[in-house]
């Protein structure tokens, strides 16, 4: 299984934005021991590339850990320096995608439009992140997926239990999932067995739907 597949073998891409570096460990133990493979560790969180670094290591083996909220190809670089499988970003931007296929890292860049989606598998994307998901809902991924069929989604932003089922329905690969998985009051309580138990949701939901769905790629 390559690292993409890997990736999306889950379904589940968790978005850790800005959690408390002490417990990001804890944190991470928890989504993956739930069954989440894809670990995006925002630029914008505290010591990012540190946590990459650090869960690079302890997942090697069992997660992929990758940066989100990358903007640009300086932070691409940083980033895969410090261990990133994947770069995911909230926006479309042809260098940093150039700079993780350089390196052989996964590419998913940040699309709203169909043209854009078009122009990153263009340019070498390896899915496309349907952001802000929740603006667009799963009728703009079925509609894209018919005449971009080779476009891989994952739509990302206001993604939750009762709507992955519609989104992987309409042709998504994966959902990318950031506050409705970590919760701020399981988080904040420490409570990494509801917070295990919640991502084996999330992830018994996408194979769920994925045994349903007649459009899945």
């Known amino acids: 299984m390559t690292i993409l597949e890997s990736l999306l073998d889950s379904g589940v891409c968790a978005v850790m934005r800005k959690l ?82 350089s390196h052989g890292v996964i590419a998913i860049p940040g699309v709203f439009t169909p043209t854009e989606a078009h122009n990153a598998m263009k340019w070498g994307a390896d899915v496309v992140k349907v952001f802000p998901a929740e603006c667009v809902g799963p ?19 206001g993604v939750n239990l009762d709507t992955i089922d519609s989104f ?13 998985l970590l919760k701020a009051d399981l988080i904040a309580a420490k409570d990494w067995q509801a917070l295990r138990q919640l991502a084996s949701e999330f992830v018994d939901k996408v194979q769920e739907s994925r045994g349903s769905s007649k459009v899945l790629k």
């Open 168 to 180: 992987i329905k309409a042709g998504a690969v994966a959902v990318g999932a950031g506050g409705s």
């Open 139 to 157: 009728s703009f991924i079925k509609s894209v997926s018919g005449p971009l069929s080779h476009v891989k989604m994952m739509p990302t932003g």
């Open 20 to 101: 408390p570096v002490a417990d990001v460990e804890a944190i991470a133990t928890a989504l993956v021991d739930g069954g989440v493979k894809g670990l995006e560790v925002t630029l914008d969180s505290e010591d990012a590339l540190f946590v990459i670094k650090q869960l690079s290591e302890k997942f090697e083996d069992t997660a992929i850990v990758g940066a989100g909220t990358v903007l640009n190809e300086e932070q691409a670089e940083a980033a895969i320096e410090a261990g990133a499988k994947f770069i995911f970003a909230p926006i479309l931007d042809k260098e940093t995608i150039e700079v993780a296929k």
